[in-house]
């Protein structure tokens, strides 16, 4: 019979909420509440059960966090809902010390998934192009939503972030967590 520690548990969960989430925005371009609201629940539960109030807490800053931080991409229109409730989630679920481990992992694997999306879209040049005018008009006007680089543009290339969270998540699982 196999034993998991309580944090072997929350790591798995936390992978195969992702993965789960990475299924259906590749599938169906979106990530369900009835998948993160359930995972945010889940987490904050668990790391309760697992640490007392103090695990509740730090869960609940933990989803504070990466929620938070992603929730300023969904107000500019960089970021769809699902990801930010499923960072949310993800938050709850690992808890507050973990978070940038996590966040730091997730956005590298969104970097290069970007550049085989752009590579593989044939839009290289205009994606430099893109990425150049977005950080002008930002630096210029902060956190409004650019007039033409942002998910209500139907011309745009969208990348299932979803596939990031699980690429990265499962990167942190294997590189620092399972193997204690």
Excluded at 48 to 77: D, E, K, P, Q
Excluded at 141 to 162: E, F, I, K, S, W
Aim: charged share 10%.
């Amino acid at each position: 019979m196999i034993y998991m520690s309580s944090a072997q548990f929350t790591v798995t969960l936390a992978v195969a909420v992702t993965l789960c989430a990475a299924f259906t925005d590749v599938k169906a371009r979106r990530i369900p509440n009835k998948l993160t609201y359930p995972a945010i629940l889940i987490g904050l539960g668990l790391q309760g059960v697992f640490h007392g109030w103090r695990g509740l807490l730090l869960s609940a800053g933990g989803g504070l966090l990466f929620g938070g931080i992603l929730m300023v991409f969904h107000l500019i229109r960089a970021m769809g809902a699902g990801d930010v409730k499923l960072a949310t989630a993800l938050g709850c679920i690992v808890g507050l010390a973990a978070v940038p481990q996590v966040m730091f992992a997730i956005a590298v694997a969104g970097g290069a998934l970007a550049v085989v999306f752009t590579v593989a879209s044939g839009r290289i040049v205009e994606t430099l192009r893109n990425t150049l005018w977005v950080v002008a008009f930002h630096a210029q006007h902060g956190l409004q939503t650019h007039p033409t680089v942002n998910l209500d543009n139907p011309g745009a290339v969208r990348m299932p972030y979803g596939l990031a969270f699980a690429a990265g998540t499962l990167y942190w699982a294997v590189a620092t967590q399972w193997w204690r």
